[in-house]
């Protein structure tokens, strides 16, 4: 059973940064991905990394704010957002798939969720 724990949410102003971390013991051998949910929506794909940590890919609305990098020794996937927006608050989700059966996985395919934590992008 891998347990993924995030970490580094906050409140935060418009135009500001926020690193996001997820660790879990045992996962280097998962596809890392990240969501996020906003109140009254439905859970969104942002950003994923495969297990070796060289290919990743993105959601438009964060490609070139957002950069998605792991650390296989510390067990650790990083979100680093930069430029943040208001409509980037929601809670932000890490989850882990082992063999994704395409790229990027599909939500349904991550096997492992952690507890989120949440991102408030206001001023």
């Known amino acids: 059973q891998l347990q993924l724990a995030e970490s580094g949410g906050g409140l935060v102003q418009p135009g500001g940064s926020l690193r996001l971390s997820c660790e879990g013991r045992?996962?280097?051998?998962?596809?890392i991905g990240w969501f996020r949910q906003a109140p009254g929506k439905e859970r969104e794909a942002i950003s994923c990394i495969n297990s070796s940590g060289d290919k990743t890919n993105y959601v438009d609305s964060v490609k070139g704010r957002f950069t998605l990098s792991r650390d296989n020794a510390k067990n650790t996937v990083y979100l680093q957002m930069n430029s943040l927006k208001p409509e980037d608050t929601a809670v932000y989700y890490c989850a882990a798939v082992k063999i994704p059966g395409r790229w990027p996985p599909e939500l349904l395919e991550y096997d492992y969720w952690g507890q989120g934590t949440q991102v408030t992008v206001s001023s």
């Open positions: 045992g996962f280097p051998y998962f596809a």
